[in-house]
C-alpha cells in the first residue's frame, strides 16, 4: 500500500504548503520580496568559481542549505581555456531552462494539470565582435534565444498553448532576460 | 627555474592565441558567430536537470569536451523544493558573475593590466508577486541587480574604473540582462 498516494501533490508539489504560501502572501505582499546572492572568486584566466547558500525571503534569512553550492564557469579552448566548466553564456541558458520549466510545473498545478513529462532544448546565438570590441554595430548579449519544449500533459493542445504562454510571461529568469533589468557595478 | 615564465601569458590567458583569434575574426567576421545550447529534463516539482556540451563556434562543431556538464536546479523548501540544488534564479546570478569577471580579465589583458586578485558579490531583488500573478503591478524577473567587485591590479583607480565600465558594456551575460532579448518559446 502506497501511502504516498493520499499526499495531497501535483506534479511533485506539495498542494496544501502551495495554497498556504499563495495565502500567505495575499495577506503579506512584503513577505514576497526576496533577495538572492551569489559571491564569486576568479581563478585564472576564463576560470571563477561561485559560492552560494544564503538568501532573504519570506520575510526572514533562510536558513535550510547546510552546506554551499559551488559551480565553476570555465571556456573551452576556442575562447582560450581548458573546459574548466559550462561558459558563463552556458549556464544562462541553464537557468532559463530551469526557471520556464518550474513555472510550467508549477501553473500546471494550480490549474490541475497534471504534467507526465517536460523537456526543453535551448539555443542562442551571440556575436563575439560585440565581446572583443571589434564591431560597435555587434549586439553584446544574446540576439534571441529558443526554446523548444517537448511536454506531454493530460489536457488540450490548446490549455497547454495557454500554460506555455502563461509560463513565459510569469518567469522571472525569462523575464530578466527579455526585459531591460539595471545591472549596477562598482568596486568594493 | 621556471619555463613557464616565458610563455606569453597575462592573467592566465595566452596572448599569442589571444592576438591570433582578434585577427582571425578581423579577416573573417563570420568567425565571430557562436550559437550556446543546452538541453534540460524536469525531474519532478521544482527540480530538473540540464546537460551542456557542444556548440557552434568559429565556423565549426566544437568537439573539445569529451564529457557532458549537467548541472541540477532546484528550490528551497519555502519555494516547495528541498534544496535540490540552487535554483534558477540564483545560477543566473553565477552565470553574470562569471562573464563579468571574464570580460574584466580579457580586456585587462589587452590593455596590459596585471590582475592580482578579483572577487565579486552579487544581490538581486525579486518580487514573487509576480511570478506567482498575485498583483499585475509586479515586475516578474530580477527588479535590479547589484555588483560589488573587489580588484587588485597593477593600475591607476581611474584605469581600473575605465576597465570596469567597458567590462560592463561588453559582457554578453550582463548585456543579456541589461537590455531587452527575445526569447521564443514553442513546443516541439
Chains 1, 2 share one sequence.
Not at 559550462?86 to 544562462?92: D, G, H, Q
Not at 539555443?123 to 572583443?132: A, K, V, W, Y
Amino acid at each position: 500500500m502506497n501511502t504516498q498516494a493520499h499526499l495531497p501533490t501535483r506534479n511533485g508539489l506539495d498542494l496544501v504548503m502551495m495554497t498556504k504560501t499563495v495565502e500567505a502572501l495575499q495577506n503579506d505582499p512584503a513577505l514576497a520580496q526576496f533577495e538572492f546572492r551569489a559571491s564569486n572568486q576568479w581563478v585564472n584566466g576564463g576560470e571563477n568559481r561561485s559560492t552560494i547558500r544564503g538568501f532573504f525571503g519570506a520575510g526572514t534569512e533562510d536558513d535550510s542549505r547546510t552546506e554551499d553550492f559551488t559551480f565553476t564557469n570555465g571556456e573551452p579552448p576556442v575562447l582560450l581555456g581548458n573546459n574548466e566548466g559550462a561558459n558563463p553564456v552556458e549556464f544562462l541558458l541553464h537557468a532559463l531552462a530551469g526557471c520556464v520549466t518550474t513555472t510550467t510545473v508549477l501553473h500546471a498545478a494550480a490549474r490541475g494539470i497534471n504534467i507526465r513529462k517536460l523537456s526543453t532544448r535551448l539555443s542562442g546565438n551571440i556575436n563575439l565582435e560585440g565581446l572583443l570590441a571589434l564591431n560597435d554595430e555587434a549586439q553584446v548579449g544574446y540576439e534571441s534565444i529558443r526554446i523548444v519544449m517537448d511536454i506531454d500533459a493530460d489536457c488540450s493542445d490548446e490549455e497547454l498553448d495557454d500554460l506555455l504562454n502563461f509560463a513565459k510571461d510569469h518567469s522571472p529568469v525569462c523575464n530578466t532576460v527579455c526585459r531591460p533589468v539595471p545591472v549596477m557595478l562598482e568596486r568594493a
